[in-house]
Every structure is written in C-alpha cells, then in structure tokens.
C-alpha cells in the first residue's frame, strides 16, 4: 500500500518499507492548476449551502458560523474565499441570472419561434416542467420571493423572471408565430402578458403547495390548448 502527500513541489512516496520514502519532483504548474480547481469546488459548495440556506430561512436567518458549520469549514474558510455574507449574496445572484438564462430561457437567450401550434404547447410544458422539478430553479424562487422586500437586486430579478422577463420571451415567440401564419393577428405584447400570467401563478402554486404540482401542470396544458384554440389559425 502507498500513501502519498504533497509537500512543496516534491511528492513524498511511502512504499511498504517504514523506512524507506522515495522522492518524485512533480510540476509547479500543475500544483496549482489543482488548487485552483480546489478553491473553485469550495466556492460553489460554499454558494450552494448558501442558496439552501437563503431559500428556506432568509438572508437575515443565515450566518456565517453556521453556513461554515454546515460545509464543515471554520469561519475563516469562508472568508478566504468571499469576504462575507453580502459578497456570497451578490456572488449568487450572479450564478442565479446565468443559470437561469442558460437552462431556461431570457430576454438575452430567446426561445426559437415554434413551427407549428403543437410546438408551442410543447416548449410550454418543457419551460413549465423544468421550472418546478429544478430543485436550484426552486430554491431560487424562493429566495426571490422572501428577499424582493428587502434587497433591490432581489426585486428586479423577481419582477425579471416572475413577470417581464417572461412577457418579453413570448412577445418575441408569437410575433414570430403571427409572422409565420400560425395565430391571428393581434398585439403580441398583450398576448404574450394573457398567457405568461395564469401560468407563473400555477408555478407560484407548485411553490407553496408541492402535492399540487402534478394538478398545476395539468391546468397549465389545458390552459395551453384553450389558448391554441382560441388564437391559433385553423389548419395551423
């Protein structure tokens, strides 16, 4: 059996033998390569408890002493890697926008305008049940939603992904759909408000009564193909 520790730029080999230690230099470079991967693990550990944490007691319920009790890191292992609460807050919302928009959909990352009005219900049910199955989707939402009174970044995020954000994405989506002939002319703005709004309030739903989820989905799908129905053109 070996064991090996790193100390320096030297590897300490212990063979078999107690006695015997054998020598292997090893790169600088790539030493630190390993750091570096282990700081980055750390700091998205110490951002994903944090996330946690917000999400079910509030920025004002979370510390520091706990948040490093939970990661089994003394205070001052986090302070090496954020120089508090407020910089892990800010550090998390930034994670929480890029996620977002890479997973989901924004304003910056538009949907692609639908084919054909059963696309439209697809991309619907896809957005809808990745939204409330994402358990960092979840949490984010919720630390939204408790932290929009509090902090001014918190509000314009939640008004962001809970209202406009969701407007914008599908005045684009059936501009596009009106363009390709698929649902009659209308104001695609309002349209687009009409139907983001009972849906965000049914993904609200899944938040605060997770047993309803399965029925929340449901409501959304008919509510879905009542909108096709009404707005869509025959034969589309």
């Known amino acids: 059996m070996e064991v090996s520790v790193?100390?320096?730029?030297?590897?300490?080999?212990?063979?078999?033998n107690p006695a015997a230690l054998v020598f292997i230099p090893i790169c600088a470079g790539r030493r630190a390569g390993m750091w570096i991967?282990?700081?980055?693990?750390?700091?998205?550990?110490?951002?994903?408890?944090?996330?946690e944490m917000f999400s079910?007691?509030?920025?004002?319920?979370?510390?520091?002493?706990?948040?490093?009790?939970?990661?089994?890191?003394?205070k001052s292992g986090?302070?090496?890697?954020?120089?508090?609460?407020?910089?892990?807050?800010?550090?998390?919302?930034?994670?929480?926008?890029?996620?977002y928009g890479e997973h989901f959909g924004s304003p910056e990352h538009l949907q692609p305008v639908p084919n054909s009005l059963d696309?439209?219900?697809?991309?619907?049910?896809?957005?809808?049940?990745?939204?409330?199955?994402?358990?960092?989707?979840?949490?984010?939402?919720?630390v939204l939603t408790l932290e929009q009174f509090r902090d001014e970044r918190a509000r314009g995020l939640a008004t962001k992904h809970f209202l406009t954000g969701l407007t914008e994405m599908f005045t684009h989506v059936f501009a596009g759909m009106m363009d390709k002939g698929l649902l009659r002319r209308d104001d695609p703005s309002m349209l687009a408000f009409a139907y983001t709004?009972?849906?965000?309030a049914l993904i609200h739903l899944c938040d605060r009564e997770p047993e309803r989820t399965a029925e929340a989905i449901a409501q959304v799908e008919a509510f879905s193909r009542h909108f096709v129905k009404?707005?869509?053109k025959r034969g589309s």
Not at 6 to 16: A, N, W
Not at 43 to 50: N, S, V
Not at 197 to 200: A, C, L, V
């Open 6 to 16: 790193s100390l320096s730029s030297t590897v300490y080999t212990k063979t078999g």
């Open 37 to 51: 991967i282990m700081a980055n693990d750390t700091k998205e550990r110490i951002l994903e408890a944090a996330l």
């Open 56 to 74: 079910k007691n509030g920025y004002a319920g979370t510390n520091i002493r706990e948040l490093s009790a939970s990661l089994g890191l003394v």
């Open 78 to 99: 986090i302070y090496k890697h954020y120089e508090g609460k407020e910089a892990i807050w800010n550090a998390l919302l930034d994670e929480m926008i890029a996620y």
């Open 119 to 142: 696309e439209l219900i697809q991309m619907t049910m896809q957005m809808v049940n990745f939204t409330v199955h994402d358990e960092r989707i979840i949490k984010t939402r919720k």
């Open 197 to 200: 709004t009972p849906i965000s």
């Open 230 to 232: 009404v707005y869509g």
